[in-house]
């Protein structure tokens, strides 16, 4: 029997996102913590091992009404052998037909495209914070931006249809860039999606760095004819460009809440299972340890389905956030 993750607020949460490393080979300058050493970072035997991992995704799946899976890090293709892990996902994913999702920035990936689809892989999301070498270099650390371009065009090849490209928007550094992210990719099959910078322990938020999306949407109409495009389903407010392909969406954690559609639920590369993005790890719920105390199916469901009645109907403002945040994006994957 299937049951449905079904919370107090009657939001139903049929999308998991998965971490599979907290380690990435960038160190963009809004996510990974900026006072971070080589400790922090996870053994091998804290995270989830491959088998465990399906075993969760199997129940989770085929129990627990989860219809999409997106897998993300750290750099999710940045965990060793993780191929094998997809091959021996493939056939989970064929029998219970969820949406198999990567989060990536792209720079890993490209290699593997054609095996990544032979195991199933539905959608790709990449990160792409400026199309200006040194500016892209600067949030990054890396001098990677050809590959990242390289890995959408083969994307594209490869017949991936509507890959997104998610652009944390942060002032004075490439805000001003976005109306030329629309210019560069207008004749393509391509959601731009511009996300609010949002605060996380020790990544350079602050009030002046913040732009909103309405201040980043106004400055794309100087330039270009956006309309709406109704869209309940998509966290993101969607928009056509007016007499070009690419699309325009506007992710605004912080200046409205979207709480009211969640169906997410986050599991960190460590086995800790997040009802909200922005909860205390102290409320995280350790996965890990029921696997590994050889807890069953049925206390497995068990032990998620009574974490649903805890959680919150929309996360804190954004002033306490800023101070408080203790969660890196690094560990839980967007
Ligand atoms: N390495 C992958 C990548 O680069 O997309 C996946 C991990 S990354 C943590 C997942 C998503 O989180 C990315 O789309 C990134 O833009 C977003 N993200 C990270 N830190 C953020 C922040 N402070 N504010 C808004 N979005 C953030």
């Known amino acids: 029997m299937t049951l449905v993750l079904k919370d107090r607020f009657g939001r139903i949460h049929d999308y998991l996102r998965v971490s599979l490393t907290d380690k990435c080979n960038l ?32 129940v989770f799946t085929t129990r627990l009404g989860i219809k999409k899976v997106r897998f993300t890090g750290g750099e999710a293709m940045a965990r060793k052998d993780i191929m094998k892990f997809f091959w021996t996902l493939a056939p989970l994913k064929e029998k219970t037909g969820f949406e198999f999702a990567i989060t990536t920035n792209g720079t890993l990936l490209k290699e593997n495209i054609e095996a990544l689809k032979k195991c199933g892989l539905d959608r790709v999301n990449l990160s792409l914070d400026s199309l200006c070498p040194g500016v892209f270099k600067y949030i990054t650390g890396s001098d990677k931006l050809q590959d990242v371009l390289g890995c959408i065009s083969s994307l594209e090849e490869a017949g991936f249809e509507n890959l997104k490209l998610n652009t944390v928007v942060i002032r004075d550094i490439n805000h001003l860039e976005t109306a030329d992210f629309v210019d560069f990719f207008r004749y393509r099959d391509i ?18 760095a913040f732009v909103s999306s309405e201040e980043v949407r106004r400055h794309i109409e100087k330039r270009f004819i956006l309309e709406k495009i109704e869209d309940r389903h998509q966290i993101a407010d969607l928009y056509r460009v007016k007499g070009y392909k690419v699309k325009v969406g506007f992710i ?23 009802l909200c993005l922005f909860d205390p790890e102290e409320s995280e719920i350790d996965l890990k340890a029921a696997l590994r105390n050889g807890s069953d199916d049925i206390e497995l469901i068990r032990l998620i389905s009574e974490a649903m009645k ?17 969660n890196s994006m690094q560990n839980i994957g967007g």
């Open 191 to 208: 959601t731009l999606r511009f996300i609010e910078f949002m605060p996380f322990q020790n990544n350079g938020w602050t009030k002046e």
């Open 252 to 274: 605004r954690p912080i200046s409205e809440h979207f709480c009211a559609n969640c169906n997410r639920l986050r599991i960190k590369a460590n086995g800790s299972m997040k």
């Open 310 to 326: 805890l959680k919150e109907k929309e996360h804190p403002d954004v002033g306490s956030l800023a101070q408080g945040n203790r």
């Open 27 to 58: 160190k963009c300058i809004y996510c990974t913590p900026h006072q971070i050493n080589a400790r922090d970072k996870l053994d091998k035997s804290e995270i989830l091992s491959f088998d465990e991992l399906l075993r969760i995704i199997r």
